[in-house]
Protein backbone atom coordinates (compact mmCIF):
# COMPACT_ATOMS: atom_id res chain seq x y z
CA UNK A 1 0.00 0.00 0.00
CA UNK A 2 3.26 2.39 0.70
CA UNK A 3 4.53 1.77 -2.88
CA UNK A 4 1.07 2.72 -4.72
CA UNK A 5 0.69 5.36 -2.55
CA UNK A 6 4.37 7.10 -3.26
CA UNK A 7 3.75 6.50 -6.57
CA UNK A 8 0.94 8.56 -6.62
CA UNK A 9 2.66 11.66 -5.00
CA UNK A 10 6.04 11.52 -6.15
CA UNK A 11 6.92 13.69 -9.18
CA UNK A 12 6.42 12.59 -12.17
CA UNK A 13 9.25 11.91 -14.78
CA UNK A 14 7.59 13.61 -17.97
CA UNK A 15 6.48 16.77 -15.66
CA UNK A 16 9.95 18.70 -16.87
CA UNK A 17 9.62 17.87 -20.49
CA UNK A 18 8.25 20.57 -22.68
CA UNK A 19 5.87 19.67 -25.49
CA UNK A 20 5.58 23.15 -27.46
CA UNK A 21 7.07 23.39 -30.95
CA UNK A 22 7.21 27.43 -31.46
CA UNK A 23 6.77 27.01 -35.11
CA UNK A 24 4.03 24.99 -34.83
CA UNK A 25 2.68 27.41 -32.72
CA UNK A 26 3.20 30.29 -34.84
CA UNK A 27 1.82 28.64 -37.78
CA UNK A 28 -1.32 27.32 -35.83
CA UNK A 29 -1.81 31.57 -34.69
CA UNK A 30 -1.73 32.64 -38.08
CA UNK A 31 -3.73 30.38 -39.55
CA UNK A 32 -6.31 30.38 -37.15
CA UNK A 33 -6.33 34.29 -37.91
CA UNK A 34 -6.72 33.47 -41.56
CA UNK A 35 -9.18 31.05 -40.97
CA UNK A 36 -11.71 33.39 -39.09
CA UNK A 37 -10.73 35.61 -41.85
CA UNK A 38 -12.39 33.38 -44.72
CA UNK A 39 -14.79 31.39 -42.81
CA UNK A 40 -16.04 33.15 -39.75
CA UNK A 41 -15.53 29.79 -38.18
CA UNK A 42 -13.22 26.44 -37.90
CA UNK A 43 -11.87 24.78 -41.30
CA UNK A 44 -13.77 21.60 -42.07
CA UNK A 45 -11.05 19.04 -44.19
CA UNK A 46 -12.52 15.73 -46.17
CA UNK A 47 -9.17 13.29 -46.56
CA UNK A 48 -9.23 11.55 -49.50
CA UNK A 49 -7.01 8.50 -50.37
CA UNK A 50 -7.12 7.86 -54.57
CA UNK A 51 -4.34 5.26 -54.12
CA UNK A 52 -1.29 6.06 -51.68
CA UNK A 53 0.85 4.15 -49.54
CA UNK A 54 -0.17 5.18 -46.62
CA UNK A 55 3.06 7.58 -45.79
CA UNK A 56 0.88 11.04 -46.28
CA UNK A 57 -2.18 9.90 -44.39
CA UNK A 58 0.24 8.87 -41.76
CA UNK A 59 1.30 12.19 -40.98
CA UNK A 60 -2.25 13.79 -41.65
CA UNK A 61 -3.23 11.54 -38.76
CA UNK A 62 -0.11 12.94 -36.58
CA UNK A 63 -1.96 16.50 -36.92
CA UNK A 64 -4.69 15.14 -34.54
CA UNK A 65 -2.41 13.73 -31.79
CA UNK A 66 -1.88 15.56 -28.81
CA UNK A 67 1.65 17.26 -29.83
CA UNK A 68 0.12 18.87 -32.83
CA UNK A 69 -4.00 19.20 -31.98
CA UNK A 70 -5.03 21.16 -35.13
CA UNK A 71 -8.58 21.24 -33.35
CA UNK A 72 -7.29 24.06 -31.45
CA UNK A 73 -6.55 26.53 -34.40
CA UNK A 74 -9.73 25.58 -36.21
CA UNK A 75 -9.63 22.84 -38.60
CA UNK A 76 -11.43 19.52 -38.25
CA UNK A 77 -11.49 16.34 -40.29
CA UNK A 78 -15.36 15.82 -41.36
CA UNK A 79 -16.37 12.13 -42.20
CA UNK A 80 -18.14 13.67 -44.84
CA UNK A 81 -17.73 15.65 -48.02
CA UNK A 82 -20.92 17.07 -47.46
CA UNK A 83 -19.75 19.12 -44.37
CA UNK A 84 -15.94 20.25 -45.76
CA UNK A 85 -14.90 23.07 -47.04
CA UNK A 86 -11.66 21.22 -48.07
CA UNK A 87 -10.26 18.34 -49.53
CA UNK A 88 -7.16 17.04 -49.23
CA UNK A 89 -6.20 13.98 -51.72
CA UNK A 90 -3.30 11.62 -51.03
CA UNK A 91 -2.10 9.05 -53.59
CA UNK A 92 -1.92 9.03 -56.98
CA UNK A 93 -5.32 8.97 -58.45
CA UNK A 94 -6.15 5.18 -60.06
CA UNK A 95 -8.01 4.51 -62.97
CA UNK A 96 -10.54 2.50 -60.08
CA UNK A 97 -11.00 5.68 -58.15
CA UNK A 98 -11.43 8.18 -60.27
CA UNK A 99 -14.94 8.40 -60.38
CA UNK A 100 -15.33 7.72 -56.50
CA UNK A 101 -12.74 10.64 -56.19
CA UNK A 102 -15.16 12.64 -58.72
CA UNK A 103 -18.33 11.85 -56.60
CA UNK A 104 -16.56 13.05 -53.56
CA UNK A 105 -15.67 16.36 -54.86
CA UNK A 106 -18.81 17.27 -56.52
CA UNK A 107 -20.70 16.29 -53.38
CA UNK A 108 -18.66 19.12 -51.54
CA UNK A 109 -20.53 22.57 -50.93
CA UNK A 110 -19.01 25.75 -52.68
CA UNK A 111 -16.70 27.54 -52.72
CA UNK A 112 -14.83 24.23 -52.46
CA UNK A 113 -11.12 23.69 -52.51
CA UNK A 114 -8.80 20.89 -53.60
CA UNK A 115 -5.07 20.39 -52.05
CA UNK A 116 -2.42 17.68 -53.06
CA UNK A 117 -0.57 16.38 -50.42
CA UNK A 118 2.57 14.12 -51.39
CA UNK A 119 4.48 13.82 -54.17
CA UNK A 120 2.04 10.94 -55.56
CA UNK A 121 -1.46 13.40 -55.59
CA UNK A 122 0.83 16.59 -56.82
CA UNK A 123 2.38 14.52 -59.91
CA UNK A 124 1.52 10.57 -59.82
CA UNK A 125 5.23 10.25 -58.12
CA UNK A 126 6.72 6.90 -58.78
CA UNK A 127 3.45 5.47 -60.09
CA UNK A 128 3.05 8.14 -62.83
CA UNK A 129 2.63 6.49 -66.46
CA UNK A 130 2.14 3.32 -64.90
CA UNK A 131 -1.20 1.59 -66.49
CA UNK A 132 -3.16 1.63 -63.42
CA UNK A 133 -2.65 4.88 -62.73
CA UNK A 134 -4.07 8.44 -64.63
CA UNK A 135 -1.73 10.70 -62.92
CA UNK A 136 -1.79 13.61 -60.48
CA UNK A 137 -5.50 15.33 -58.67
CA UNK A 138 -4.88 17.49 -61.28
CA UNK A 139 -6.03 15.19 -63.58
CA UNK A 140 -9.70 15.02 -62.52
CA UNK A 141 -10.45 18.14 -60.73
CA UNK A 142 -8.88 21.74 -59.95
CA UNK A 143 -6.06 21.49 -57.37
CA UNK A 144 -6.00 24.82 -55.80
CA UNK A 145 -2.94 24.57 -53.82
CA UNK A 146 0.06 21.48 -54.25
CA UNK A 147 2.21 20.05 -50.87
CA UNK A 148 4.83 18.35 -52.63
CA UNK A 149 7.11 15.68 -50.35
CA UNK A 150 7.35 12.04 -49.63
CA UNK A 151 5.29 12.47 -47.28
CA UNK A 152 5.38 15.83 -46.28
CA UNK A 153 6.04 16.58 -42.58
CA UNK A 154 2.96 17.76 -40.57
CA UNK A 155 4.45 21.52 -39.98
CA UNK A 156 4.63 21.47 -44.08
CA UNK A 157 0.90 20.74 -44.16
CA UNK A 158 -0.03 23.10 -41.75
CA UNK A 159 2.26 26.10 -43.70
CA UNK A 160 0.66 24.48 -47.35
CA UNK A 161 -2.97 24.91 -45.26
CA UNK A 162 -2.03 28.96 -44.20
CA UNK A 163 -0.40 29.38 -47.66
CA UNK A 164 -4.15 28.13 -48.78
CA UNK A 165 -6.01 30.52 -46.03
CA UNK A 166 -4.09 33.38 -47.51
CA UNK A 167 -4.93 32.55 -50.81
CA UNK A 168 -8.09 32.89 -50.49
CA UNK A 169 -8.24 35.90 -48.94
Not at 7 to 22: F, G, N, R, S
Request: hydrophobic share 45%; aromatic share 6%.
Amino acid sequence: MVNALTCLLKKKVTEDIPVQDDEVEAIGREIKTAIDGVFSRSLAIRELDTGSDNTTEIEINNLNNPFYDVERFGITFVASPRHADVLLVTGAVTHNMAIAARKTYDAMPSPKFVVAVGDDACTGGIFAGTYAVLGGADKIFPVDLKIPGNPPTPVQILAGLLVLMKKVQ
